[in-house]
T-cell receptor, first 121, second 113 residues
Framework: GAVVSQHPSWVICKSGTSVKIECRSL??????MFWYRQFPKQSLMLMAT?????????EQGVEKDKFLINHASLTLSTLTVTSAHPEDSSFYIC?????????????????FGSGTQLSVL | AQTVTQSQPEMSVQEAETVTLSCTYD???????LFWYKQPPSRQMILVIR????KQQNATENRFSVNFQKAAKSFSLKISDSQLGDTAMYFC??????????WGAGTKLIIKP
């Protein structure tokens, strides 16, 4: 099956620094990628949706300038947490779709990365 | 707006028993997908089973099956012959044409030896 590689799996950083998380589709071209945040014992919260070559669409309440998303190619999307603070500590997960948002595919699946635990000291 | 509700925060059964996890959803869409995902302690999201709304036949994957009631907007997951490795958080999710997943709050399933 399709594989999505997310790196790093965990990162510890100092408050005020920036952290970049990568999400790569290894054996398919991901037209659409999603970034989620998950707090302990809670469900996933969608942060943003990105289509290759265009600006990401952020969910309400998610700061665009703080969580920079770049989807420069069909196999790579990055999430950069800028000037990280302790409240940004969380588990971040990406997922990738074969199809573009707005289309309806009869066999659509989403593939998830393994997640990144961010701890900001 | 689409919503997904999982009313069972936690369930616990003995190994080899059958367990059913509940999920209801609300939507005005006619074409959509429904999913059950499993998140074990590793926190990797694993697709358990998927159902396309236009298909009347309930999806099955080995020991996992669903009871999809479109009119009632219900999508329950049945796990037969439960195994210790089934211990995990289970999330019900809804997706339509924009490929955004709407997640339920999750059910923590514990399989006891």
């Amino acid at each position: 099956g399709a594989v999505v590689s997310q790196h790093p799996s965990w990162v510890i950083c100092k408050s005020g620094t920036s952290v970049k998380i990568e999400c790569r589709s290894l054996d398919f071209q991901a037209t659409t990628m999603f970034w989620y945040r998950q707090f302990p014992k809670q469900s996933l919260m969608l942060m943003a949706t990105s289509n290759e070559g265009s600006k990401a669409t952020y969910e309400q309440g998610v700061e665009k300038d703080k969580f920079l998303i770049n989807h420069a190619s069909l196999t790579l999307s990055t999430l950069t947490v800028t000037s990280a603070h302790p409240e940004d500590s969380s588990f971040y997960i990406c997922s990738a779709s074969l199809s573009a948002a707005g289309e309806y595919a009869t066999n659509e699946k989403l593939f998830f990365g393994s997640g990144t635990q961010l701890s900001v000291l | 707006a689409q919503t997904v509700t999982q009313s069972q925060p936690e369930m616990s059964v003995q190994e080899a028993e059958t367990v059913t996890l509940s999920c209801t959803y609300d939507t005005s869409e006619n074409n959509y997908y429904l999913f059950w995902y499993k998140q074990p302690p590793s926190r990797q999201m694993i697709l358990v089973i998927r159902q396309e709304a236009y298909k009347q036949q309930n999806a099955t994957e080995n020991r996992f099956s669903v009871n999809f009631q479109k009119a009632a907007k219900s999508f329950s997951l049945k796990i037969s012959d439960s195994q210790l490795g089934d211990t995990a958080m289970y999330f019900c999710a809804f997706m339509w044409s924009n490929y955004q997943l709407i997640w339920g709050a999750g059910t923590k399933l514990i399989i006891k030896p």
